[in-house]
């Protein structure tokens, strides 16, 4: 009888995701002998058979995959038979350097681990920490890889001899289901007040927790990546406690219902949110609120969308369940990150009784520790494509990788100020962390440490390059300077929009030239002025750029107190108009900044802390201050957000956008300005004027992108920047660039917001090494 062997060498996601048990269930059908181990290099394979048994394995390889693998690479040698072998085996996992491997996301609970729950008979009712190799926590429970249960928060617990039996059974679904428990042998929940004290344990604490929260209270929830603060999200009053507590008086706070039945009453739900909301990532989906709206208006009071994520472990399962019998409407919480505004999400038990316990009136706990805190992913789809819009990429999504043009260096980006991440490269394939947040305090550039030793550690590399924002006062300007001197590595400084336009180009690997239109809030130029409304000229093989033109600069005077207070953006931009006193239309701000409105002229014509800008989200705040929506702002993007809200969509009409001659060019958009000015003295309908604002904001920049795109025989335009997750603009601009011929490139990996800058940067800086070799 003729045999053949063939090594396998596989890389991917193929770790912790039933792959061993997968090759060994297939090696079983096809009747082949041999062997199948985790490696640092991937998971290798040899099997030896007839011709006719080997095919047969091979082809059921690629074909009938767990549900969780992803394979990157699949490496194939023939290999000399050998003798007396007549079976096949799993073999311990080998360590070593230069992993070739990707940890899963942490994934939602499957239906069958669900089925084990909600059946009374088996041991794990009820039981919150159930799992199985095609579910639950991965990536937050990782120290290092191979990813098995000694490098895990699970090493502590050990198992009993019913999960072993489970965990060491190839035809097991819990087969090295490295988070493998059961009541007897894994983690427990206990429930506590504010200061510690113990109220009930285990099974009791989950329903005490749910009578609680259905009397009002606000809780603090250990859950998979950190703590959520959660209350009843049909209740005024605890909506209103929870914000007053949080300091947090407008941002909109997701909602998490048990499942599509509810989430259906709440919000008008499409095919694609729903895939979304039910699939393994399990994000929070912004939707459209249903009318009437039956939980809290303070649960988004600035939007006309909710955002929605039903259960994703199976604690969040049985405390939906239980607090369907605490509520008289819909079974709907609150699950809002657990922290104070600004500071990173909550990790441990002691850290959350300490910064929570002023917040919360109970406190859920457990012991299976969480080694790297990961906030909930938020994502809108658009309309238009079906395509996800991130405004949050976290649980769920990370650590899989974006996979770039081509292989090259290891290059560590590190990202912005303002929702921060970095991303480290590895061949071809770029890592963009977590969302970090806002480096603008010591907790945070902490938790930034800690992602970036975590990251380097996993993925068994070490950056050659660090590249980072061309701003001289950023924290992440400042720690890349140290870790470069750490490392002994070059840091180089690439400008914030020319990085945003790298990122999109990265992701949808693109790398001819290409026009690129970054519309955000604010990025330090290469003038030395604030940018933020810009349509680039990029050139990623050669790393060449040329800002070809920009919005109409005004000041902002008062500096960072403009950005917080919409309403002196409107008065410098009416300044620049000319118009120095009201009209016909009376400013919506007098009453309640008069004295300061007054004193503005002198700050502008002195240009006194009033510095220029470019940017495009300073142009929504100006049209929100102007209109009177919004004087005064508590979040980032709360003008624009009430801009986009009051839209009449029956209006066609659209102000006058265009170009201005100059170097670089100029888009007018103080026109923009001028006509909403008027139709306001002329007593036209806010709804109305925010229509025309948006669509002529458009069509300005479609018509900017077509003449440049003419001049310079240049047909794909990369879409970048914050003011993209405004649904009118991502769903319009690239309607009216493919109207007008061109090929718009948008994000759908990571947020167009400053989330994806690291990327840009990392993408920038591995080209530049591979041009210098």
């Known amino acids: 009888m003729t045999l053949v062997r063939q090594r396998f060498t596989i890389t991917g996601q193929v770790q912790g995701v039933g792959f061993r048990p997968f090759v060994y269930r297939i090696a079983m059908d096809s009747g082949v002998t041999g062997s199948v181990n985790n490696s640092s290099d ?85 039981y919150p920490f159930t799992n199985c190799t095609n579910c639950g926590p991965r990536y937050t429970i990782t120290r290092s890889i191979p990813y098995d249960r000694p490098q895990t928060s699970m090493a502590k617990f050990t198992l009993c001899d019913e999960c072993r039996r489970e965990y060491e059974d190839p035809l097991d679904r819990r087969f090295h289901a490295q988070p493998n428990a059961c009541p007897r042998c894994g983690p427990r929940t206990w429930l506590t007040d504010n200061t510690g004290a113990v109220i009930a344990q285990g099974d009791e604490s989950l329903r005490r927790l749910a009578a609680e929260l259905g009397e009002g209270k606000i809780a603090a929830v250990k859950g998979l990546g950190g703590f959520h603060l959660v209350c009843d999200a049909a209740s005024d009053k605890a909506v209103a406690l929870l914000r007053e507590r949080k300091f947090r008086p407008d941002k909109p706070l997701a909602v998490m219902v048990p499942d599509m039945e509810s989430a259906r009453l709440l919000a008008d739900i499409g095919p694609e949110e729903e895939a979304w909301l039910t699939g393994i990532h399990r994000p929070i989906v912004l939707a459209a609120k249903r009318k009437p709206f039956t939980l809290s208006a303070l649960v988004a009071p600035d939007t006309n969308f909710v955002g929605l994520m039903l259960p994703y472990t199976p604690l969040h399962h049985i405390l939906l369940n239980d607090f369907k019998h605490c509520c008289d409407l ?116 902490e938790f930034y440490r800690e992602i970036l030793a975590h990251l380097q550690d996993i993925l068994q590399v070490r950056p050659e390059l660090i590249v980072r924002d061309l701003h001289p ?41 290409a026009l690129g239109l970054a519309l955000d809030g604010t990025g330090y130029g290469e003038d030395g002025t604030i940018w933020g409304g810009e349509c680039l000229m990029v050139v990623p093989e050669e790393l060449e750029h040329q800002r070809l033109a920009h919005f109409s600069r005004i000041r902002l005077p008062g500096g960072e107190a403009a950005v917080k207070e919409p309403w002196r953006i409107a008065q410098a931009a009416l300044w620049e108009l000319g118009v120095r006193e009201p009209g016909r239309y009376a400013w919506p701000w007098l009453a309640d900044f008069g004295a300061e409105s007054r004193f503005l002229p002198q700050i502008l014509e002195k240009g006194i802390n009033a510095p220029l800008t470019s940017s495009c989200g300073r142009l929504f705040d100006a049209m929100a201050g102007l209109c009177g929506l919004a004087e005064t702002i508590s979040y980032e993007g709360q003008a624009a957000i009430r801009l986009e809200k009051v839209q009449d969509m029956t209006e066609t009409g659209a102000y006058p956008c265009p170009l201005a001659s100059g170097d670089p060019v100029a888009l007018n958009t103080l026109e923009l300005v ?7 003295e002329n007593n036209v309908p806010v709804p109305i004027i925010a229509r025309r604002f948006h669509r002529g904001l458009i069509n300005g920049l479609a018509d900017m992108a077509f003449n440049f795109s003419m001049l310079l025989d240049v047909h794909h335009v990369g879409l970048s920047g914050g003011v993209m997750q405004n649904l009118t603009l991502a769903t319009e601009l690239p309607r009216a660039l493919r109207a007008a011929g061109l090929i718009p490139l948008v994000h759908t990996q990571l947020p167009p917001n400053d989330g994806c800058i690291s990327l840009g940067q990392a993408a920038w800086g591995q080209r530049k090494l591979l041009l210098e070799k």
Do not use: W
Not at 385 to 397: E, K, L
């Open 330 to 445: 819909v079974s709907a919480l609150v699950m809002t990150s657990g922290n104070m505004s600004s500071e990173p999400i909550c990790l441990d038990n002691d850290e959350a009784l300490e910064r929570l316990g002023n917040i919360a009136d109970v406190m859920l706990f457990h012991n299976r520790d969480i080694l790297i805190r990961t906030d909930d992913s938020v994502l809108r789809t658009s309309p238009s494509t079906g395509d996800p819009i991130f405004m949050r990429r976290a649980r769920g999504f990370v650590p899989s990788p974006v996979f770039l043009p081509q292989a090259g260096p290891t290059v560590l980006g590190t990202g912005p100020e303002l929702k921060c991440t970095m991303t480290l490269t590895k061949g071809d394939q770029a890592f963009a962390s977590q969302h970090i947040g806002n480096m603008s305090n010591l907790e945070t550039l």
């Open 42 to 126: 991937g998971v290798l394979i040899e099997i030896q058979g007839t011709p006719d048994q080997a095919g047969r394995f091979t082809g059921d390889l690629s074909t009938k995959l767990p549900p969780l693998a992803r394979i990157v690479t699949l490496d194939s040698e023939a290999m000399p038979p050998v003798e007396d072998e007549n079976e096949f085996i799993i073999l311990k996992s080998t360590g070593g350097q230069g992993h070739s491997v990707l940890i899963s996301p942490d994934v939602a609970t499957c239906p069958d681990c669900l089925a084990d729950m909600d059946d009374p008979d088996n041991r794990r009712y009820r």
């Open 473 to 513: 006062d950023y924290m992440t300007t400042t720690l890349a300077e140290e870790v470069g001197r750490e490392l002994d590595v070059p840091v180089v400084a690439v400008q914030h929009h020319v990085a945003h336009i790298h990122a999109v180009l990265a992701e949808n690997k693109h790398t001819a030239p």
């Open 674 to 680: 001028a006509a909403a000015l008027e139709d306001l």
